[in-house]
């Protein structure tokens, strides 16, 4: 498996298909996060699929991700099941030295059986116990290679939250594909099956449990660590250039991160046009920017609790009037506006919540 190109391939595929792996992460994330996890696995299978079918080069739709509810229950098992031994794992993790390096040796395995799990049930309909133990399987192949694989979608998909709030919102779908592109090649290997010898579960049985234990008096008693923001910026930069070969830049100061020709940030980008008007009542999120921070290719994010109706009237008229010709167009409560000037052109998405607007600001010039 090479890495590099594993992850130069999401990067390639996440920057063509940014609108609607954008969209759909968002909004499989906020379903997941407000059903508590009960509908993560067939949200997140939805992705994978829809991940797969852009690899492929096929047409990619956004109701993908609404297209595996039969798989509802099945994914809901291994869920419950895989989240349950990561939250042992957590717990565990909280103990100083000992607690860390199993937490971290764990983490990127258990992170990727899930996805793979997922993908089985969703993709080939297996059973959510077929699913984990075929997963299993696919990891033990190669552990050392997809736990560092893991660990970098891991960071790849979390990176934004080191710096910014919702920048965890636009790295988010570069972990998804990743997972995605490692599912596609895994599942159509043959792999042999993994066992371990009884004697050796029984004494990993008991040692977990001893650690669990410490690890919950730990946690009572408010002991262990408070995890550096420092030390994870500095950790992640190390890895991602290490594995990568592109250099990566993470500047908590300033909330930005850059890595390749791939920029990330908090805010508005420096050069951000000033005739594309801020909505007013709409809190600035993050930005991302193609190379040397240009303005082609990238998309800033907002909030407003406004109604989209109001923030698509703002737009229509405030971008005529700033000289843009705006082009209207809805697709169902989503509303977008086009517009164009010169060699600029750009689209503004405003997709309605339940609480909140989520303004999406793409620009590009030929």
Known sequence: MDLGKNIQ???????????????????????????????????????????????????????????????????????LLLWGAGLVFNIIGIIPVIGWIINLAVSPALTIVYFLAVGFIVDQKMRPIDAIKRSIDCFAAEPVQLWLYSLVMLILGGIGSIILIVGAIL?????????????????????????????????????????????????????????????????ASKILSGVTGEKVEIDQKSSKFKIGNLSFGSGLPENFPKDIPIYPDAEVGGFMSGKDNELS??????????????????????????????????????????????????IITINPGESQCDILIGITSE
């Open 9 to 79: 391939q999401s990067f390639d595929l996440y920057l063509k298909n940014f609108g609607v792996l954008f969209l759909a992460c968002l909004i499989a994330g906020a379903i997941s996060f407000v059903s508590f996890g009960i509908l993560a696995g067939p949200m997140i299978g939805g992705v994978l699929v829809l991940g797969i079918k852009l690899n492929r080069g096929e047409k990619g739709e956004l109701n993908e991700i609404f297209s595996h509810f039969d798989q509802f229950l099945p994914t809901l098992v291994a869920t």
């Open 171 to 235: 790295t988010m779908p570069l972990g998804m594909m990743g997972m995605s592109i490692i599912y596609q090649q895994l599942s159509l290997k043959e792999t042999p099956l993994f066992k371990l010898d009884k004697q050796i579960v029984r004494i990993a049985g008991i040692s977990l449990a001893a650690l669990l234990v410490i690890g919950v008096v730990f946690m009572m008693f408010g002991l262990g660590r408070n995890s550096s923001r420092n030390r994870g910026a500095g950790l």
């Open 297 to 346: 290719g990238s998309t800033t994010t907002l909030t407003s609790k406004d109604s989209a109706a109001e923030i698509y009237d703002y737009y229509m008229t405030n971008l005529e009037n700033k000289g843009w010709s705006v082009t209207p167009n809805e697709l169902g409560e989503m509303k977008m506006v086009n517009f164009q000037k010169d060699t600029r052109s750009g």
